[in-house]
């Protein structure tokens, strides 16, 4: 994990003079805007690989599994297992627990109020309207921004611990019924135990309980192949961006709208509020509206992909979520940092 450390002078970063103060808000504003440029390269990279007939729809249904498979599991076990667990307990939690919550029940009760349906689509459009993308894109902002990549330690681990589990249930148990199979109850609590991503995850969560470190022998590969997961999924997201319809066309553009209020503006300002409420500090105050304003993540897409649920609305979502995002994240870390 990397943090901030003191200047040349002793002092923290951020806490000199005014024209120091001043120049942290510009890095943070840099180093955000360099986050979205890192990926927007990537999924521009796929869009022109797929436009020169590189890759095609079987590459990125290839590219898709190996992230959900594979390369998943084995990035999130190296996050998890070597993570802070103590921020498990911080009140910035409580927060940002909270406005997800917050976010996705206004999504499902405006969605039951406009489309009046639940079906499996809605479990993407929840994740979209509050899971955000606290990985690929929330590491190198929240180091950028808030000098601490571990402030997404703790959201991780619910989104991948707790929210993630409970979706994939969801959509297995709908998988089985479609395909005729019966479930009995006592075997719903077992569902998240099939599938990689959570098994690796509460693997991880063990080791880091009981303390252990596992040899470099070991982790060494593992990192490796968790290295492929978020280029995977950004080039096969980009691969669809060309050879799918544009975002914004489809039966789903005024769910895909839906979503963005309920993500891009009331998840960011329902955390700001109860930060305000808890009364956080101004750090706590920016790490935990800067996550609540990251856009979607783009392992919905990969979820949606894997499932052959929601596809459009998911990619569609984390598409128009991630470029709003990239002036209301840069609007705070002007405002609040410093």
Same mark, same amino acid.
């Given at each position: 994990m990397?943090?901030?450390?003191a200047?040349?002078?002793g002092?923290?970063a951020g806490?000199?003079?005014?024209?120091?103060?001043?120049?942290?808000?510009?890095?943070?504003?840099?180093?955000?805007?360099?986050?979205f440029?890192?990926?927007?390269?990537?999924?521009v990279?796929?869009?022109?690989l797929a436009h020169?007939g590189v890759?095609?729809q079987?590459h990125?249904?290839?590219?898709?599994?190996?992230?959900?498979?594979v390369?998943?599991?084995?990035?999130?076990?190296?996050?998890?297992?070597?993570a802070?667990?103590a921020?498990?307990?911080?009140?910035t939690?409580?927060v940002?627990?909270?406005?997800?919550a917050?976010?996705?029940?206004c999504?499902?009760?405006?969605?039951?109020?406009?489309?009046g349906r639940?079906n499996a689509?809605t479990?993407?459009?929840?994740?979209?309207?509050?899971?955000?993308?606290?990985?690929?894109?929330?590491?190198?902002?929240?180091a950028?921004?808030m000098g601490d990549m571990t402030?997404?330690?703790?959201?991780? &681990? *619910?989104?991948? %611990? #707790?929210?993630?589990?409970?979706a =994939?249930?969801?959509?297995?148990?709908r +998988?089985a019924?479609?395909?005729g199979?019966?479930i009995?109850w006592?075997t719903?609590?077992?569902?998240?135990?099939?599938?990689p991503?959570?098994?690796?995850?509460?693997?991880?969560v063990g080791?880091?309980?009981a303390g252990?470190r596992l040899?470099?022998?070991?982790?060494t590969?593992?990192?490796?192949v968790?290295?492929m997961a978020?280029?995977?999924m950004?080039l096969a997201f980009?691969?669809?961006l060309?050879?799918d319809?544009?975002p914004?066309?489809g039966t789903?553009?005024r769910?895909v709208?839906?979503?963005?209020v309920?993500?891009?503006?009331v998840h960011? &300002? *329902?955390?700001? %509020? #109860?930060?305000?409420?808890f009364? =956080?500090?101004r750090?706590?105050l920016? +790490?935990?509206?800067?996550i609540a304003a990251l856009?979607?993540?783009?392992n919905i897409?990969v979820i949606?992909?894997?499932?052959?649920?929601g596809?459009m609305?998911?990619?569609?979502?984390?598409f128009v979520?991630?470029?709003?995002?990239?002036?209301?994240?840069?609007?705070l870390a002007?405002?609040l940092g410093?």
């Amino acid at each position: 994990m990397v943090r901030a450390r003191a200047g040349a002078s002793g002092r923290p970063a951020g806490r000199g003079t005014p024209g120091d103060s001043a120049t942290t808000r510009v890095n943070r504003v840099q180093g955000a805007l360099s986050g979205f440029f890192t990926i927007g390269a990537i999924v521009v990279t796929g869009v022109l690989l797929a436009h020169l007939g590189v890759l095609g729809q079987l590459h990125r249904a290839l590219l898709s599994r190996l992230a959900f498979l594979v390369a998943s599991p084995a990035l999130l076990f190296s996050l998890v297992a070597g993570a802070d667990l103590a921020h498990l307990f911080s009140r910035t939690l409580v927060v940002s627990v909270l406005a997800i919550a917050v976010a996705g029940a206004c999504y499902l009760i405006a969605a039951r109020v406009a489309f009046g349906r639940a079906n499996a689509s809605t479990v993407i459009g929840t994740l979209c309207a509050c899971y955000t993308n606290a990985g690929n894109l929330g590491l190198p902002i929240a180091a950028a921004i808030m000098g601490d990549m571990t402030w997404m330690a703790p959201i991780m &681990l *619910v989104q991948i %611990g #707790l929210m993630q589990p409970t979706a =994939l249930a969801l959509l297995d148990t709908r +998988a089985a019924r479609h395909a005729g199979e019966r479930i009995a109850w006592y075997t719903y609590p077992t569902l998240p135990l099939r599938n990689p991503i959570t098994v690796a995850v509460l693997l991880a969560v063990g080791i880091n309980l009981a303390g252990l470190r596992l040899p470099e022998l070991v982790m060494t590969p593992i990192e490796l192949v968790g290295g492929m997961a978020v280029p995977a999924m950004l080039l096969a997201f980009g691969v669809s961006l060309r050879l799918d319809p544009l975002p914004g066309r489809g039966t789903h553009a005024r769910e895909v709208g839906l979503i963005q209020v309920a993500k891009v503006v009331v998840h960011p &300002l *329902v955390a700001w %509020g #109860l930060g305000l409420a808890f009364g =956080l500090t101004r750090p706590e105050l920016l +790490a935990v509206t800067v996550i609540a304003a990251l856009p979607a993540a783009q392992n919905i897409y990969v979820i949606a992909s894997r499932y052959e649920v929601g596809e459009m609305l998911a990619r569609d979502s984390i598409f128009v979520s991630t470029m709003l995002s990239v002036p209301t994240i840069t609007l705070l870390a002007a405002l609040l940092g410093g």
